[in-house]
């Protein structure tokens, strides 16, 4: 992992809201995990779904506690985002991974678009979304 990621390694924000020194919103919790409110608002619904034990992204994901997790996560989804929802996990830097506990975002509550945004998009996106050729501000247009 790059320097930056290497030198938010001793804060951890996560642990912060579990122990109760920043204040989030919980959605869920029980012994072993917590479900609360992202402090980002892109889309109507961002929660992190993180265990309440610190390990880093790959501990997480290879531990015992996160087939719980997905299954508190999409129960959480459906119930909350039932026209759709989206996992997602970021790994490093180059993923644009800001916090060093393990977690899950879970993101809904409107169209969410494209996983990514590039200019090559293919041809079955280009004809679901209507267009004929990728205009990154029609496109936007579309989802505001």
Known sequence: MGTNFESRLSECVFCDVIANRVPRKVRYQD???IVF???????PIMYI???????????????SLFLNATRVAVQIG?????????LVSNFGDDAMQSQPHGHLHLLGGDHL???VDFPDKSEFWL??????????????ALND
Do not use: M
Not at 37 to 43: G, H, I, T
Not at 78 to 86: I, K, Y
Not at 127 to 140: C, E, L, N, V
């Open 113 to 115: 678009g494209l996983y």
């Open 37 to 43: 409110e992202n402090a980002l608002d892109w889309v």
């Open 31 to 33: 012994n072993e995990l």
């Open 78 to 86: 459906e119930s909350d985002a039932v026209n759709g929802f989206r």
């Open 127 to 140: 004809k679901i979304y209507g267009q004929s050729a990728y205009d990154p501000k029609k496109f936007r």
């Open 49 to 63: 779904i993180a265990p309440k034990v610190h390990l880093t992204q790959s501990e997480f994901w290879r531990s």
